[in-house]
């Protein structure tokens, strides 16, 4: 069975601050993990990919890999009012019969509040 | 350019209906995919294309026909839809399907079945 896990929230932050969203996923042997932003009514969009442990950095989101504890995580510094979004975790197992499917977590709703 | 575009955004059809959502990329994407989104759930995978051949189907109803004319759209056709069958339903595109492939969705029709 092919899992991936949120925390449902709503996670609310201050703005200015760091908002932290994790994701857990159930197949050790997992490729590519990606964080799409959906806004209330509209379509998900993707802000970062990574496939390698470790972290990274694109303005002020960063993605963190940990695929030993299968643990994948998004920080959005500086948050602002317009990150107000639903965060989907999702997760490419890459072989098989899993090509060409995304997995979706069920989504963190984040509030930043001015 | 990561433009996926759907038409029509929105869409109101009787059970007796037959009506189609269309689908258009122009990024030399050679994977396509249909997805279903119930309000506060994740995307559903219905249907993914690769190189204009079916490749998954999530053992979808038959009311939903999806067809790929060329390698830049992409149909699904609707008939006698329930009224369950409402929801947001995206389109999305890829390079390939497999593993570190990002995909990027269109903006979505959203289905009102009455």
């Known amino acids: 069975q092919k899992e991936v896990e949120q925390n449902s929230g709503p996670l609310s932050v201050p703005e200015g601050a760091i908002a932290s969203l994790n994701c857990t996923y159930s197949?050790?042997?997992?490729?590519?993990f990606f964080w799409y932003r959906q806004y209330s009514g509209k379509s998900p969009e993707l802000i970062m990919s990574?496939?390698s442990n470790g972290d990274k950095e694109d303005g002020r989101f960063t993605a963190q890999l940990n695929k030993a504890s299968q643990y994948v995580s998004l920080l959005i510094r500086d948050s602002q009012p317009s990150d107000s979004a639903t965060y989907l975790c999702?997760?490419?197992w890459g072989r098989g019969s899993t090509l060409g499917r995304l997995y979706f977590g069920r989504g963190t709703q984040l509030t930043v509040w001015p | 350019d990561t433009e996926v575009t759907q038409t029509p955004k929105h869409l109101v059809m009787g059970m007796t209906n037959k009506k189609s959502l269309k689908c258009e990329q122009h990024?030399?994407?050679?994977?396509m995919y249909w997805y279903k989104q119930k309000a506060k759930k994740p995307p559903e995978l219905m249907f993914v294309?690769?190189?204009?051949?079916?490749?998954i189907n999530e053992s979808v109803p038959s009311r939903f026909s999806p067809e790929c004319p060329n390698s830049s759209l992409l149909n699904l056709h609707l008939h006698a839809l329930q009224p369950e069958d409402s929801a947001l339903y995206l389109c999305?595109?890829?390079?390939?399907?497999?593993?570190?492939?990002?995909?990027?969705f269109g903006q979505g029709t959203r289905l009102t079945v009455v």
């Open positions: 294309y690769s190189y204009e051949k079916l490749s």
């Open positions: 990574i496939y």
């Open positions: 999305a595109s890829s390079q390939g399907w497999g593993p570190n492939t990002e995909a990027f």
């Open positions: 999702a997760v490419n």
């Open positions: 990024m030399g994407h050679r994977a």
């Open positions: 197949d050790r042997g997992s490729q590519s």
